[in-house]
């Protein structure tokens, strides 16, 4: 016999318990990422649902500006109603308070129901 085997001991590549660790940590990064994901989704959410409340608050605001002040007893905020947008039901309600020259306040009250909680924005405006 010319050559003589040796026995070499080198391991190469990865054993089947290291590859299922690093499985374990890739599926544990992945799960906080989609959780990330979903409270971006819900943050995004409740800010549209907010600007569509400020919306349609500004909308009774400006129906206010529009009446004739000049006679401050004449003026008076549109009935109490309901909008649907986004399939989410706004319920908007309208206090004025001092209806007289230099003290105008309107106070605009939106509320809805949104991520599982009521939600509420309330605007107060001097006229």
């Known amino acids: 016999m010319c050559c003589k085997k040796e026995n070499v001991n080198n391991e190469n ?23 990330m994901q979903i409270s971006a989704m819900q943050g995004n959410r409740s800010s549209y649902d907010t600007t569509e409340a400020s919306a349609i608050a500004s909308d009774v605001i400006e129906q206010l500006v529009l009446q004739n002040w000049s006679d401050p007893t004449s003026v008076a905020c549109p009935p109490n109603d309901s909008v649907v947008r986004s399939n989410i039901t706004y319920t908007r309600t309208c206090t004025l308070v001092g209806v007289t020259v230099g003290q105008r306040s309107a106070t605009v009250t939106v509320t809805w129901h949104g991520q599982n909680r009521p939600r509420v924005l309330q605007v107060d405006s001097l006229l």
Do not use: N
Request: hydrophobic share 80%; net charge negative.
């Open 13 to 35: 590549g990865f054993t089947l318990i290291e590859t299922l660790v690093a499985m374990i940590i890739l599926a544990v990064a992945l799960l906080a990422i989609a959780q």
